[in-house]
């Protein structure tokens, strides 16, 4: 039909298609001669797909990826996707009840190792955290029974020792009044005494009655005794 084309390419005409090859001869120096062409004519369907051949070759294709990455989808979810999601509730509910003997476990395909050993140090984690929190409660009620015991023995302290202070107030209540007493009744006669010893043994010594004042000095001596007893007495209190 006059259409030229390059040699080696196919050139469809119609239903057909005309492949041509160029034919070298290599001499003995290895010099190559073009001695002529091939030129093969073949039917169209034979050199490629029909449109239908290649619009279902791609739906194949298409469902082919779609189908690996639905299993892949799975498989992931499987093996990461729902160990996070058990990992998010737990920490959720963790966070709402503070219940620390929440574990994870794991059900199912097996996960990948990362993931499972995420959730193992996170059992681990909620475990140490629930031995600490345990401890401290039994701390704090320790402390408690201490301090509930150490406010008795300091209100039993106070109950003492407001005891003990109306005990010396009595006392030095009692005190006062004995050295009042002993000042009042005992100490003021002594010195009245002596006093009129005093004066009766000069009457009696201008009167020459050297017997009275014998008697005299005995009750004056008697007396600043009694009333050294009495200061000591008082000196001591």
Known sequence: ?????????????????????????????????????????TDNNGIGLTTEESLTLLLLLFGGIVAASLIALGFIRRLVVMPIDQLVQATSHITRTEDYTTKIELSGAQPAAEMAELVRQFNQMVESVHGHTH?????????????RERTKEIALANDQLRDAVRRAEEASRAKSNFLAKMNHELRNPLNTIVLKARLVSHLASAAGLEKVVQETEKIRTVCGHLTGVINQILDMS
């Open 1 to 41: 039909q006059g259409r030229s084309f390059e040699t080696g390419a196919p050139l469809v005409i119609g239903q057909f298609a005309l492949v041509s090859k160029d034919i070298y001869l290599a001499d003995a120096s290895g010099n190559n001669e073009l001695v002529g062409y091939i030129y093969v004519v």
């Open 135 to 147: 401890a401290l409660a039994q701390h704090g009620q320790q402390l408690e029974a201490d301090v």
